[in-house]
């Protein structure tokens, strides 16, 4: 396979996966499951493959490179949404003109464990000019194409990989397959990855069967994880909380202590308050996406859920700046007025919602004869 | 049998529960928890918001209620209050109802089901019209 030059391009937009609210324009694709994104993965599948380097063009790259050093071999290039396919196809160029034979490209949203080895014995038994990777009859967004055929490959990235100038060669891939189209799909990823389902395997090492950890993770005592589980490098867990049913904290997230995570994924950076109760859920900062009700929902309380405090000096820093405003409360507060009479409660508007408690737009769905009850009732 | 003679307030919880609002909201339904064997709905259809502070003023009406003999109840929550409910495992400790007039109908309804229906095997049949 190293006989002759294949590189890979890999392309990664952040509008399709994005959408449903959780993590805002974050594709899914670059969001770290069992401690690696799929699109370290699929760097990863393709460097085993002999395929290196990869020149990889996102839309917006900066929460990426923000946090984590570009490994060796990978080319990142950003661009705006507008100038996004242009970059795309002037890459694909870039890399014919460098002598480059065969050009890999894999769109990211979904995920498939691609056997590029076979795909390219396929494209080149043909031999063919482009080869396109079909999933049960589904055709995916992966292809091989023929480095020196530049119009088909102009034809293919200005229609947004919708269509080729030349037939397309369908190679079937029976292998694994994730649409990451949503958190539930986030979610499955997880359960595949730490059930050994897929042939990529959770970051970490694993400390007990079933049960892997990344570096400078810190479990305190009295915590539970139950296999499988996956706990990233630098999170936290706190003490006589359980983590269960292939549950996924990612790196640098706390859960703090007595919290229960129950088939969860907790997404770097996050904090879980005290006492809590996640399951069946994907937790990013600030935000819970729960699969069984089909919603995402924002949570302001930053007791429940928020971000992880960065330092120790930050937090004694919040301290200090809250405790006048604490003392304040402490002395004036507590000798609040008495609670005004029933009658007058009932007629007076509630400084809460502005109307009073007569006044309800529930009212009038009562039964008359609850209403009777109401009125002459023995009070 | 089943009838309560006793009010039954229904009480619109505000969009945003936060600890200031949890705390207006507290003075508002304090009068109605002070009576003897109070009955109190909260209607959650509008919050957008439920903080902690809001939480626990839900437990602490439901607590106040309890040690007069009443009793508080949840109807139609919202989805944004529906998750923190569950994230904060309090929606086990209240009993949920779709809407504001479920649950003020469930306040009558006090008898267990296998004793209502006890009564009305026992209770003379009116006789049918020809």
């Known amino acids: 396979m190293n006989a002759i030059d294949i590189r890979g391009l890999i392309l990664v937009d952040s509008l399709p996966s994005g959408r449903d609210g959780l993590l805002a324009r974050t594709p899914f694709a670059m969001v770290d499951v069992a401690g690696m994104s799929p699109l370290e993965r699929i760097a990863q599948t393709m460097r085993r493959h002999g395929v290196s380097p990869m020149a990889i063009v996102v839309e917006d790259d900066s929460a990426y490179r923000r946090r984590r050093p570009i490994p060796p071999g990978m080319a990142f290039r950003a661009a705006s949404p507008d100038r996004y396919w242009r970059l795309a196809e002037g890459t694909f160029n870039d890399l014919a003109q460098n002598g480059t034979e065969l050009v890999l490209v894999v769109r990211l949203g979904p995920y498939a464990e691609i056997d590029f080895e076979k795909l390219v014995q396929f494209h080149l038994a043909g031999p063919r000019r482009v080869t396109q990777v079909v999933c049960g009859g589904r055709p995916l967004e992966i292809f091989c194409l023929s480095a020196s055929r530049r119009n088909d490959a102009a034809s293919l990235f200005r229609s947004q990989l919708g269509q080729c100038r030349s037939q397309l060669e369908s190679y079937e891939h029976d292998g694994y397959f994730n649409p990451l189209a949503g958190p539930g799909d986030l979610r499955q990823f997880a359960i595949d990855v730490l059930t050994l389902n897929t042939e990529t395997q959770p970051a970490g090492t694993e400390v007990r069967p079933g049960v892997w950890v990344g570096s400078e993770a810190s479990i305190e005592k009295g915590s539970r994880i139950l296999a499988p589980a996956f706990i990233g490098a630098s999170a936290r867990i706190g003490c006589g909380s359980l983590i269960t049913r292939c549950s996924t904290i990612e790196r640098h997230a706390h859960v703090d202590c007595g919290t229960v995570v129950e088939n969860s994924t907790v997404l770097p950076y996050s904090y879980v308050g005290a006492g809590l109760d996640i399951a069946h859920s994907v937790v990013r900062i600030g935000h819970i996406a729960s699969l069984r009700r089909g919603v995402t929902v924002k949570v302001s309380d930053q007791k429940l859920l928020g971000r992880v405090s960065s330092t120790g000096a930050r937090y004694l820093w919040k301290a200090a700046v809250s405790l006048p405003a604490r003392i304040w409360n402490g002395i004036f507060r507590n000798g609040s007025a008495p609670p005004p009479p029933l009658e007058d409660a009932l007629l007076r508007p509630s400084s809460a919602l502005g109307v009073s408690a007569c006044d309800t737009k529930v009212a009038g769905e009562f039964a008359s004869d609850l209403m009777a009850v109401r009125r002459y009732g023995d009070q | ?130």
């Open chain 2, 1 to 130: 049998m089943g009838t309560n003679s006793r009010p039954v307030v229904v009480k619109r919880v505000p969009e945003r529960m936060n600890a200031r609002a949890a705390r207006d909201f507290l003075h508002d339904v304090e009068p109605f928890l002070s009576i003897d064997r109070p009955q109190l709905v909260f209607d959650l259809s509008e919050v957008l918001q439920l903080d902690a502070a809001g939480v626990e003023v839900l437990l602490r009406c439901m607590s106040e209620a309890h040690k007069r003999d009443g009793d508080v109840k949840l109807a139609s929550p919202s989805q944004q209050a529906a998750v923190v409910l569950e994230l904060t495992r309090t929606e086990r400790l209240f009993e949920i109802y779709e809407t504001s007039v479920d649950a003020v109908r469930s306040f009558s309804g006090f008898l267990p089901n296998a004793m209502r229906q006890q009564l009305l095997h026992k209770r003379p049949r009116t006789p049918a019209a020809a």
